[in-house]
Each structure stands twice: as C-alpha cells, then as structure tokens.
C-alpha cells in the first residue's frame, strides 16, 4: 500500500520567495497534520484537518503560513513570502479516526 | 515544565542488553501514548501505542503506562545495532481530538 506522499522531497529557495509543500494521505484516511521538524524545537503541529475541514491551525506561526485540503487525497501548505527561519523539515502525517499517525517522508526546505 | 519531556540522551546500550526509554507528560487526563523511532534523516516511524495502564508487549519492544505517575516507558529487549535512533514519545492530551504532543525524543546509541 502505498503510504503518505509528499512532494518535493527538496527545496532551496530564496528568501521572499512563494514555497508550496504538497502531501497526498493514505488512501481512506480521514485526518491529515502537518508537522515542522528543527532541531531546536522539535517536531511541532503546525495544523491539521479532519474530512477536509480545518480543525486546529494553532501551530502555524503567522499569515505568512497558509493551508488547504481541497479534497480527501491533496493537502499544501504554502509560505509567503518565505524567511531563513522557516527552514526545516516539515511533514505530513495522515490518519483514520484515532488511529495511530503515518508519516510522509518530509520535505527538507532550505531558505537562503 | 514541558507538556512531554524526555531525557535527550544520547544514552548508550551494550549491544544484547535492555534499553530503557523514559518520558513524563504533564497533563493528567492524557489519553493515548506513542512511541515512534525516527533514523537520522527519515521520518518517524510508529513502533508501539498503549492506552490502558500496565505493559504491552510486541516483539523485542515491551510499553509500559503508569498514569498515576504520569509516565510511559519503552523497553527494547536484545538491543541491537540497527535500534540506534531517536525515540520520540506523543501523547493525545485531555481536549482529545487527535493532536500529538510530541517529546524532543531519545537519542540511543546501540554499541555492538
């Protein structure tokens, strides 16, 4: 079966500039997360939706950072406009119900 | 005092022997308790989940919940090389819902 996607897997960008991470759920999962990996603050919820529908965006850390889940197999996250500090690892992470979370393989974002 | 905590590490085991990993969590009502392993530069990988008091056991990997003192621990048995990792503890706190509070994790270094 085939697990969480995300695309790229990569990006170098620079600063200023529009980013937009793309993840697909497993298929029939109802919740999706994503989460922001440093090494400073660890991994941390940035938002997450159940059946498509925005259900906490505490995490994100300004209007920079935006979210949409269009339908029940594509999410994006996007910034703009992009600084050095949103260089991490971020992840997507579905789930059915309450069942445990699956991790995509991340992407690893550089600003420079 | 940090909603999930763990003791960064590195801790370092004696190939064959029993590793232990701690993490206390602050909210008293927490729900549900998980232990993902994540390889340097790979996403965390879920390895064990309990939600009732007492020990669940899984192969070499033995989880134990003690919620009156509000700690989880994972026991790997027969350590082995390819167990070195950083072990990360989430728990889904009292509000419920699905959210993860995930720990800053447990760097384990297996000696052969």
């Known amino acids: 079966d085939a697990g969480v996607i995300q695309s790229p897997r990569h990006e170098v960008t620079e600063m200023g500039q529009e980013v937009t991470l793309r993840c697909k759920p497993i298929?029939?999962?109802?919740?999706l997360f994503w989460y922001r990996q440093t090494m400073m603050r660890g991994l941390e919820l940035l938002i997450y939706?159940?059946?498509?529908?925005?259900?906490?965006d505490s995490g994100m850390p300004e209007d920079r950072f935006s979210a949409k889940m269009p339908n029940a197999s594509f999410s994006t996250l996007k910034i703009q406009p992009s600084e050095p500090r949103d260089s991490a690892v971020y992840f997507c992470?579905?789930?059915?119900?309450?069942?445990?979370?699956?991790f995509g393989d991340g992407t690893r974002l550089s600003i420079l | 005092q940090k909603e999930v905590e763990q003791n960064s590490g590195p801790l370092s085991v004696p190939e064959g022997a029993i590793a232990s990993l701690n993490c206390t969590y602050s909210?008293?009502?927490?729900?549900?308790f998980f232990w993902y392993r994540q390889y340097s530069g790979k996403s965390p990988e879920l390895i064990m989940f309990?939600?009732?008091?007492g020990d669940k056991e899984d192969g070499r990997f033995t989880a134990q919940l003690n919620k009156a003192s509000q700690y989880v621990s994972l026991l790997i048995r027969d350590s082995q090389p390819s167990d070195s990792a950083t072990y990360l503890c989430?728990?889904?706190?009292?509000?419920?819902?699905?959210?993860?509070?995930f720990g800053t994790g447990t760097r384990l270094t297996i000696i052969p």
């Open positions: 992470a579905s789930s059915l119900a309450v069942q445990p979370q699956h």
């Open positions: 298929s029939g999962h109802n919740s």
């Open positions: 939706f159940n059946n498509n529908v925005p259900i906490d």
């Open positions: 909210d008293r009502g927490s729900q549900s």
């Open positions: 309990i939600y009732s008091n």
């Open positions: 989430a728990v889904i706190k009292p509000e419920g819902n699905e959210k993860l509070t």
